[in-house]
């Protein structure tokens, strides 16, 4: 195993800096210490806040839940739930946690922009509604995306899944 340090290569387990002994300080500005992360119980409790406002209003819906980063941390297709729709709510969910905003501002409605986008994420961004970011203390921990019903229906489902948060 091979560690950087100070750009010069060593052997793990050789040398005075390995495991502890007179390890160098490493620069501050290197890491971010102050992140906040979504856990698997908070994904699981937005799925379930989504899924109850979805039995309200009768809409079966797909409910996917990401980290900042895009991964998959919790999914839900509801009894009902169009099967081609799990992607999309996958990609809603990614668009809003990557791009840090709600999907239906992504491109402010320009239809071409957003196929274009879109086309250029390698479907990873869309602008139709329903994903939104999940926003903890200011810092974006995720997104939920929603599909199955119209986009009207997905963003009430999305608000009521990331209010779970607060």
């Not at 002994?21 to 698997?40: A, T």
């Not at 709510?89 to 840090?100: E, F, I, N, P």
């Amino acid at each position: 195993m091979y560690a950087a340090t100070y750009g010069k290569l060593s052997r793990g387990g050789q040398g005075r800096h390995a495991r502890g002994g007179n390890s160098p300080r490493m620069e501050p500005s290197y890491v971010v210490r102050e992140q906040i992360n979504l856990s698997l119980a908070g994904a699981q409790a937005v799925v379930a806040a989504a899924a109850a406002k979805a039995r309200e209003i009768n809409v079966d819906q797909c409910i996917a839940v990401v980290d900042r980063g895009g991964s998959l941390l919790a999914f839900a297709r509801m009894d009902g739930a169009r099967i081609g729709s799990i992607t999309i709510a996958l990609t809603k969910a990614v668009s809003a946690a990557t791009r840090r905003r709600p999907t239906a501002e992504e491109v402010a409605g320009d239809v071409p922009l957003g196929i274009r986008l879109g086309l250029a994420s390698n479907n990873t961004v869309t602008n139709i509604g329903g994903g939104l970011p999940l926003i903890i203390d200011g810092q974006v921990v995720g997104g939920i995306g929603v599909s199955s019903g119209t986009v009207d229906e997905d963003a009430i489902v999305a608000k009521a899944g990331s209010s779970a948060l607060v």
